[in-house]
């Protein structure tokens, strides 16, 4: 009678390990690669599946979400000789689990080491200066090369961003004095760093607040507006600025800054944008003749709704104290110039 009992539970163990070995359960957004004999056979996509014991084995199970990986900074030389640590963040996902299991060995760390000769290739084309200012440009070059190469691997990169460039110590400190020299100095009642950001000068004054020259923890120079502190106590304020930081944030083009963060939830608001070297609005309207100048103020006094549109753009720079692309401020001024003129001249009773 015992020995029957014996023989019936371990009967029932072997069922039990062949069911387990024979049923798979593939969670969503997972995939599983299978061989038979070490041979591939087939991919176990989300769902109930049967294999069979024995000859069927699961070689690696794939996550197939998108995957975020930061990699350490990486030390690059410009073509100036000059050397700067890197740190990049590359998205990604499988899109073909067999090609990611049988044609690369490792994919991050395949990933990584592509990331790494394609920075040092795209830096050694550049000298310092630009590659502080081409960001965009140095992301678009790596995104081309690791979506190339990975497609083979069946990996889909979907996104390449440069976290941080920081230039060597004595390089950041001489940017630091040349900007003092362009901008006034912070004054004794100004705040020395707002978020992760540290203040080095003043680049202008409005009704709303004041815009600072910035460096990011990465060594990048940013614009940092920061509200005055009587708007900062007025909650209705505090709503509308929420607002139109996070409509800036969904709206760029070739006249706007790209917002690079913000802190809306501070005691006083702040945002802060890509800093863009260019004449001020106040810079170019001194080179400009009086008369024309005075075009110029005319048009920003008018009301919102009847104001050409260069004037609007005008005005808010005149606001912050912001600068402008290049040289499309005076070319903006200009046109806003030919429009006030030409509505004068159209207008009845003129």
Sequence with gaps: MLVGWSVAAVAGLVLLWLVTRTVQ????????????????????????HLVVPFADTIRIRID????????????????????????????YQVTDPRRAT???AGCIQAIEQLTVTTLRDVFGSMDL???LTARQEISAALFRALDETTGKWGIHVTRV??????????????????????????RRDDPDRVGRYRLTARLGEGGMGTVYLGVSPGARRVAVKVVREELAQDPSFRRRFARE??????????????????????????????YIPGPSLHEVLRTLPADLSAVVGDCL?????GRPAPAEILQRLSRSGERA?????????????????AATVLAPGA
Excluded: C
């Design 161 to 186: 961003e440069l976290k941080a460039i920081e230039p060597p110590t004595s390089i950041q400190d001489s940017m630091e004095k040349q900007m003092l020299v362009r901008h006034p100095p912070l």
């Design 325 to 341: 692309p290049g040289d499309w401020l005076p070319g903006a001024v200009r046109t806003l110039v030919a429009r006030h003129q």
């Design 25 to 48: 359960v593939i969670p969503q957004a997972s995939a599983a690669v299978v061989e038979r004999y070490g041979r591939f056979t087939r991919v176990l996509h989300a769902g109930l």
């Design 64 to 91: 197939l979400r998108e995957q975020v990986v930061p990699f350490p900074p990486q030390p690059v030389i410009t073509r100036d000789d000059l050397v700067a640590n890197v740190d990049t963040v590359v998205s």
């Design 129 to 131: 200066e630009r590659a």
């Design 102 to 104: 049988y044609e690369v």
């Design 301 to 305: 006094r008018q009301d919102p709704a």
């Design 245 to 274: 930081v996070d409509a800036v944030r969904r709206v760029g083009g070739f006249h706007t800054a790209p917002v690079v963060d913000a802190g809306t939830d501070d005691a006083r608001p702040w945002l802060v944008t890509e």
